[in-house]
């Protein structure tokens, strides 16, 4: 039972990260920098796809281009995949702001 409680437990936090990513009021990239013992398991794909406007073909080329694979846990990314892509998706805010209309 305590078991099923804690999973219960993570799947509400990430729901709520999930959320707040996808409001704004969140980004992937802190999630992947700061990693919560809640996503340690979580695979990166799942993160990337809560963005608004990911879908898979954006969320596999971003991934594609630090060799990481979509499945891959957050947990286990080492120091230095963290923080390309941290930086890869900052670029990626960056650029889709300038390209919004004001």
Partial sequence: MRALARANEIRS??????????????TAAEVILSC?????????????????RWGQTRCRKLLA?????ERKAIGSLTE????????LLSGCDRSAAAQAPS
């Avoid at 936090?13 to 969140?26: D, F, M, T, V």
């Fill in 65 to 69: 281009q630090v060799q990481v694979s």
């Fill in 13 to 26: 936090a990430r729901a709520q990260i999930k959320r707040g990513i996808a409001r704004g009021g969140l």
């Fill in 80 to 87: 230095r995949q963290r923080r390309l892509l941290a930086a």
């Fill in 36 to 52: 919560p013992p809640e996503v340690h398991s979580m695979p990166i794909g799942d993160l990337l796809l809560s963005q608004r």
